[in-house]
């Protein structure tokens, strides 16, 4: 009796450590990626060997729209002798950025624009009693894609003014593939990239891996939706972005998108943390080629074509 009962307990003992084992390929049914997937593809320098701090950083807390008019007073008052902190050492240590760098600092013309399309989308709209997200994005189309040009702006601190990181722009915007974007398209099938506002949407498992859905805010890029223009990466095996051969090969330019922002794997959560759910984007133009900017309201280039995408896949049904 004694041994039988010792049997069993063994059996229960056995039986609860295998369900024990096996409970975890149940118990989690999403799909997580490591962050940095394909950190390791090239081990030649390049932008791909960047670094950001381990894991993506929280976003700051959001910002009333009392506080954000005067923010954005300070911000641009101080704005041409001030000395502003780093997105990261580890960024500004690998694009050689340095504060006050007047190669990488934001210009200030294209700030002044996207913080003025905040205050649209976001304040005005809430008649400016709601709260916003305290930091945004910034993209300057009007340099050329051989050169780190997204910018994630801290409204309060000013962090983020000097350190962009690359981002890739559409094959439909550089038709003679000279790195720079010279045409902007609002167009299904333009494969081109759209100047404006956009908020971040949610994150989905396509093509490209966990990308980043972008709903647009202007008649310049309402379409991005139905066009599947999103934030994303790449795979180790998609290597048309980023990786230091191909770079070398077009002479330090990267490859170009169908109108998505593609940046090098290791960066992705980090802007996602920074768009999703939410976060604000402004593309545009700075420098000399500011005066190619649309105004507020800019007539949506309408064919007539309606496509729905089956959800989660980056493709046309």
């Not at 990239?193 to 949610?202: C, D, F, N, V």
């Not at 396509?206 to 990308?211: D, E, I, Q, T």
Request: proline share 7%; hydrophobic share 40%; glycine share 12%.
């Amino acid at each position: 009796m004694h041994r039988a009962m010792r049997v069993k307990r063994i059996s229960a003992i056995i039986a609860t450590l295998l369900l024990g084992a096996a409970a975890p390929a149940f118990a989690q049914s999403d799909v997580v990626f490591a962050p940095g997937t394909g950190e390791n593809e090239e081990a030649q320098p390049g932008f791909a060997d960047m670094i950001v701090p381990k894991g993506a950083p929280h976003r700051p807390p959001p910002l009333s729209c009392s506080q954000f008019d005067a923010a954005r007073d300070a911000l641009l008052r101080a704005y041409p002798n001030r000395i502003v902190p780093l997105a990261s050492p580890e960024i500004a240590e690998g694009i050689g950025a340095q504060n006050n760098s007047g190669s990488t600092r934001l210009d200030r013309n294209l700030l002044e624009v996207a913080l003025a399309s905040y205050d649209r989308h976001i304040c005005r709209k809430q008649g400016g009693q709601g709260s916003g997200p305290a930091q945004i994005v910034v993209v300057d189309f009007a340099k050329a894609s051989s050169e780190p040009r997204l910018y994630v702006v801290d409204l309060v601190t000013g962090q983020g003014l000097d350190t962009p990181v690359p981002v890739a722009h559409g094959i439909g915007s550089d038709r003679n593939d000279d790195g720079i974007a010279d045409q902007f398209s609002n167009v299904y099938m333009s494969l081109a990239s759209s100047l404006g506002a956009a908020r971040g949407a949610e994150l989905y498992n396509g093509a490209n891996g966990l990308s980043l859905r972008l709903d647009g805010l202007d008649h310049s890029n309402s379409q991005m939706r139905i066009r599947d223009i999103v934030a994303h990466s790449y795979p180790p095996q998609k290597r048309r972005y980023f990786n230091a051969s191909l770079l070398s090969a077009r002479g330090g330019k990267p490859g170009t998108s169908e109108g998505c922002f593609v940046v090098a794997p290791h960066l992705r959560e980090w802007l996602f943390d920074a768009l999703r759910d939410g976060g604000f984007l402004f593309a545009g133009l700075g420098g000399a080629r500011a005066h190619e900017m649309p105004g507020p309201v800019w007539p949506v280039q309408n064919q007539g074509v309606e496509v729905q995408f089956v959800s989660g896949t980056g493709v046309a049904p």
